[in-house]
C-alpha cells in the first residue's frame, strides 16, 4: 500500500508583531474598506498581478487575505496588514513558491506589499517588510526570500533594496501585461545566511 506524503502543518506565527512604529496583524473582513481604498486605485495596481479592484474583485482578495493566516505549503500565503495609530496603512504577503511537492517543509517564500499612497515615503512599507523577513526566517525553516516586480516600479525596487536584498535577474518581456504587452520582470533574492549575518 502506497504511504501518502502530506506535509508537516506549520504552526501559525506568533502575532502580531509589534515594530517602532506599527503592528501588524493578520487581517480581518472588516478591513476590506481601508484595502479597498487604496487597491481600487489604478496607480497602485499599475505593476500588482490584478487591475483596481471593483466590489467583486475586492471580495475575492480579501477573502484570500482573511485566509492567510497559517501556510504550510507552496501556494499558501500570510497575509499581514501594517497598522499605524489604529490606521491600516498597507498589506504584506509572504507565499511559499517551493517547486517540489507538498511533503517537505517550505524553503522558499515570496514577498509581496501594497501600501496606501497617502501613506507612502515615510519608511512604513520598509519597516514592515523588515519585520516580515525576520518572522519569514525565524519563525519557518526558508532558505531563500525572493521578490518579483516590473522593473519599472522604482519603489518596490528601492525597497528591496533597502531590505538588502540582491538583484539576481532581469528577464526580458516574461509577463503578459494587462495592455496587452510584455513586461520584464526583475528578481530580487535574500538567502538566509545573508539575512543572519547582516
Ligand atoms: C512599493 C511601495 C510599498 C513602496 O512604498 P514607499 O512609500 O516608497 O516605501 P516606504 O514606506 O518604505 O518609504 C520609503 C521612502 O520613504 C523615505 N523615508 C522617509 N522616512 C523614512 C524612514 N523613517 N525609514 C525609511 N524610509 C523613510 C525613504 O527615503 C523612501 O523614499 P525614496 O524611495 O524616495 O528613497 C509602494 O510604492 C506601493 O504600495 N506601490 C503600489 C503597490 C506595488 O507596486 N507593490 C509592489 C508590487 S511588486
Known amino acids: ?14 502575532l502580531p508583531l509589534t515594530t517602532e512604529r506599527l503592528v501588524l496583524r493578520t487581517i480581518v473582513a472588516s478591513d476590506g474598506a481601508a484595502i479597498g481604498a487604496y487597491c481600487s486605485d489604478p496607480e497602485v495596481t499599475r ?8 466590489a467583486e474583485g475586492l471580495a475575492g482578495r480579501m477573502e484570500r487575505l482573511v485566509a492567510g493566516t497559517a501556510p504550510s505549503v507552496p501556494g499558501e500565503i500570510l ?9 491600516l496603512v498597507g498589506d504584506l504577503m509572504l507565499r511559499f513558491t517551493d517547486r517540489h511537492g507538498e511533503s517537505d517543509p517550505p524553503g522558499i517564500g515570496e514577498l509581496g506589499w501594497v501600501f496606501a499612497p497617502e501613506h ?15 518572522l519569514a526566517f525565524t519563525h519557518y525553516p526558508l532558505h531563500r526570500l525572493m521578490a518579483r516586480l516590473d522593473p519599472r516600479n522604482l519603489a518596490s525596487a528601492r525597497l528591496c533594496e533597502r531590505l538588502g536584498m540582491r538583484h539576481e535577474a532581469h528577464t526580458r518581456e516574461d509577463y503578459a501585461d494587462r495592455d496587452g504587452t510584455w ?7 535574500l538567502l538566509r545566511r545573508e539575512w543572519a549575518s547582516a
Open 79 to 87: 497575509a499581514l496588514a501594517a497598522v499605524h495609530d489604529g490606521v
Open 183 to 189: 513586461s520584464d520582470t526583475a528578481v530580487y533574492g
Open 120 to 134: 507612502a515615503g515615510r519608511g512604513f512599507a520598509t519597516e514592515a517588510a523588515r519585520a516580515l523577513v525576520d
Open 47 to 54: 505593476y500588482l498581478p490584478f487591475p483596481a479592484l471593483d
Open 1 to 14: 500500500m502506497a504511504t501518502e506524503l502530506t506535509a508537516p502543518v506549520l504552526p501559525a506565527p506568533p
